[in-house]
């Protein structure tokens, strides 16, 4: 059994907060809103965010981040991207050498260009910095439904460690040391199903769906391996396997929000009526940066970040992706 303190009390936060309750540790939740932890520890329900899923009496919730960090072997970090940095630097009064944090949100600091766990290790020097993503909505989590995810850490003892907390009979757990190329992953790909999310809300079919997944798949790879990421990470369940929940599930935030744009709703009204965090629109631009700088070709990111930033029509979009010029799907076998 361990102590573990899960800091943010959205739907995701709330759902691995439950797992780990259930799996037998003692688990302590923050809400930034004192109010929303004394009603959570009142109602025992995430009304807003996980309505009908029972938070057993073992649960804890508090307001106060001095109690949630304070004795935790092991922190787990569910604020939204932007809030990351901050609430590390709210932690660091209280956090011992060694308490292990493990950021389960998934962003890129526009301004950075870093990772959120590159970001926890600037503010929190002192942590054993670890990453779990995968496909994985915290609505089938929170049901129990079987779900496979990976941790990643800087040492296999952590790897393992992590593993071991989060795994369960509905809860897969797969290890990797390479936690660069799983943030990537898991952050891009919220760009990618806002592209599938407007093709949707246009009425496009399934074929553009597919098209967009695969091709995305493609620009995110490119983009990562360059960076220094591993292939079959991007293969793998942090990068095609969350690439297709994304875009494919009735839960998705990030394909919602496109799908409401695709519509006809500004950025704006498409967040306010998602009501739930839409990383992929703060990763768009950090996307676009990152392209560039590593010289990488971004298509879908860029019509993207248009129809996001500049206005452009969503229909216009698509048709200029359709409209680049011909090109090899790929050059890894050349003709002889
Ligand atoms: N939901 C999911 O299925 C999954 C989500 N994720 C990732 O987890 C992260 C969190 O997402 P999710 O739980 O869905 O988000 P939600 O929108 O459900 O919840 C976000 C929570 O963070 C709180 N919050 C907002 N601003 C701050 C702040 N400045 N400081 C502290 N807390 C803050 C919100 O409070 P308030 O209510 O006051 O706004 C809310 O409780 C995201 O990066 C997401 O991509 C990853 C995998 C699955
Ligand atoms: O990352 C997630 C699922 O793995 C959650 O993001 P979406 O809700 O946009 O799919």
């Not at 790897?159 to 071991?164: D, I, N, S, W």
């Amino acid at each position: 059994m361990a102590n573990i303190g899960v800091i943010g009390a959205g739907s995701w936060g709330t759902a691995l907060a439950l797992l780990l309750d259930k799996n037998g540790h003692a688990v302590t939740e923050w809400s930034h809103r004192p109010e929303e932890a004394e009603e959570l520890s009142r109602t025992r329900e995430h009304k807003s965010k996980l309505p009908g899923v029972k938070l057993p009496e073992t649960m804890r919730f508090t307001g106060d981040l001095e109690e949630a960090v304070t004795g935790k072997e092991v922190l787990i970090m569910a604020v939204p991207s932007t809030a990351v940095r901050s609430t590390a630097a709210k932690i660091r009064p209280y956090l011992t050498k060694g308490q292990i944090v493990v950021d389960v949100a998934k962003g890129i600091e526009e301004n950075t260009l870093m990772t959120l766990s590159q970001q926890i290790e600037e503010e929190l020097p002192d942590a054993d910095v670890a990453v779990l993503s995968g496909p994985s909505h915290a609505e089938e989590v929170g049901r129990g439904l079987p779900t496979s995810v990976v941790v990643g850490a800087k040492t296999r003892e952590t790897a393992e460690y992590l593993q071991g907390l989060f795994m369960n009979e509905v809860f897969r757990v797969y290890t990797s040391p390479d936690m660069l190329g799983m943030e990537l992953g898991g952050s891009l790909k919220n760009v990618i199903a806002l592209a599938a999310g407007i093709a949707d809300g246009l009425g496009y079919g399934d074929n553009a769906k597919a098209a967009l997944i695969t091709r995305g798949i493609h620009e995110i790879s490119r983009l990562g391996v360059e960076m220094g990421g591993a292939i079959e990470s991007f293969t793998g369940l942090t990068g095609v396997g969350d690439l297709i929940v994304t875009c494919a599930s009735v839960h998705s935030r990030n394909r919602k929000a496109g799908y409401l744009i695709g519509q006809g709703r500004t950025m704006q009204e498409a967040m306010d009526e998602v009501k739930m965090v839409v990383e992929g629109v703060f990763s768009t631009k950090a996307a676009v940066k990152l392209g560039k700088k590593y010289g990488v070709d971004m298509p879908i990111v860029e019509q993207v970040n248009a129809v996001l930033f500049e206005g452009k029509d969503a229909a216009e979009a698509v048709n200029d992706l359709m409209m680049r010029s011909g090109k090899p799907e790929h050059t890894a076998k050349p003709w002889s």
